[in-house]
Each structure stands twice: as C-alpha cells, then as structure tokens.
C-alpha cells in the first residue's frame, strides 16, 4: 500500500471554527489532491499541488485554504467551518504523468455541527 | 456540471447478469481512468486507457476508451457480489494543468446473490 495517511480519520466541529486536515506521504510524490466526497457527486476536487509551496485551485476550492511547505505534508484548512462543508475528505498522491496512478488516503469524516 | 459525467448513477442487478457503465464528456482527454471505490475506503485504480478505440481487459471487466477520446465504458460480464461498489472514470482536463485529476460522479453498483 502507498504511504499515505490522513489526520484524523473523523472529527465534529462547531460552526465557525477553523479547521486543519492533515495528509502525510512516505512516496516522495510530487502530486498531492485534497478531494471533497458527498452522495451524487462522486470526488470533487478542492485544491491541488504540484510542488513545495505551489498549489492550484480546483472545482470547489472556496472556503478552503491549503499549504505545501515540505514534499510529504499537505495541509487543508476550513478557515470558517459550515455546515455545507460536511462531507468527507480524501487525499491522494501522484507521482505525474497523465496516466500515473493516484494513491488515495483513507478519508477524514467531518462533520459541522 | 461535471466535465465528466457517469451514467447510470446507480445500478443493481442480480448475480450472473451482464452490465455495462459509461463515462462521458463534451472533452477530449488524453486517457481516461476507472477506480473502484469500497465503503470506508478510498478509490483504487482498475485501468488506465490513453489510445482511442482501446480496449483493455481485467478477467470480467472490459475497458473501452471511445475512438474520439470523450468517452469511456466499463462493462462487466457474469457480475458478481463482490463487484459490488463504486466505480469512478477519472482525468486530467485538457488545457487546465496537467496534473489536475477530475472525477465523474460515480455509479454506485450492487450486484445481489
């Protein structure tokens, strides 16, 4: 199995409060993927990375904020939880290469209350 | 609207019949892939097909990348339980990065006994 682990595996939080999800690599990957999962709506992206500090957004990035300051860690942040950001959270890595496989963690169950 | 979009989003049929599901975009894309996703896990990747009209071949499972590269089908002969899942076609968008990954919203099936 691919180095992957994301931090923590499940959290209930208040509305309002900032909230960090952590994704930690051992693969020295240089892809990494936050994706939001949610019923009917498959893996919708939030923000990517292709490299120590560069990051780019994706489909459904605002409300959150990421970080990239060492290869292995990508941070997300909710600055301001809301109840709309319930939902679960995957991470994934990617060597690169359009037909690479990505590796996925095994997702943060958020819940804001 | 997703850029890739996945039909049909749920499917359940009895044990020993054939299926097959699609993953379609107004897009052409360089390759396309298949992941099966199980509860409380995240996605693993079946395929990669990156050469139009391909098709490729995973003991029951057939790929197939349609000839202009906007489409892609799974089909699935003599399914079984543990086919059960869900299976998502993913990409990277032309023209937006190469390492941005999207999801279609996925087909949720249930092969039972």
Same mark, same amino acid.
């Given at each position: 199995d691919a180095g992957i682990t994301q931090s923590p595996r499940h959290k209930v939080t208040e509305t309002g409060t900032p909230v960090t999800l952590r994704c930690h690599q051992t693969e020295n990957h240089r892809y990494m993927y936050w994706y939001r999962q949610d019923p009917g709506h498959g893996l919708r992206l939030i923000h990517y990375s292709y490299g120590v500090k560069d990051t780019d957004k994706g489909e459904v990035s605002d409300g959150y904020s990421v970080s990239?300051?060492?290869t292995e860690d990508f941070l997300l942040t909710l600055e301001s939880a809301t109840s709309s950001q %319930?939902?679960?959270? =995957?991470?994934?890595?990617?060597?690169?290469?359009?037909? %690479?496989?990505?590796? =996925?963690?095994?997702g943060t169950r958020l819940t804001v209350v | 609207t997703q850029l890739l979009e996945q039909s049909p989003q749920f499917l359940s049929?009895?044990?020993?019949?054939?299926?097959?599901?699609?993953?379609n975009s107004?897009?052409?894309?360089?390759?396309?892939?298949?992941?099966r996703q199980e509860p409380g896990e995240g996605p693993v990747l079946l395929v990669t097909v990156v050469t139009g009209g391909e098709v490729k071949k995973l003991k029951r499972l057939t790929f197939q990348f349609g000839d202009a590269r906007k489409d892609s089908s799974l089909h699935i002969t003599a399914a079984q339980p543990g086919d059960t899942g869900l299976y998502l076609c993913a990409g990277h968008p032309p023209g937006q990065g190469a390492q941005k990954l999207v999801f279609g919203q996925g087909t949720r099936l249930t092969i039972n006994p």
């Open positions: 990239r300051s060492k %319930t939902s679960v959270y =995957f991470c994934a890595i990617s060597s690169g290469g359009a037909w %690479t496989e990505a590796f =996925f963690g095994q | 049929i009895q044990e020993g019949e054939n299926l097959t599901v699609y993953c107004s897009s052409v894309f360089s390759s396309l892939q298949w992941y």
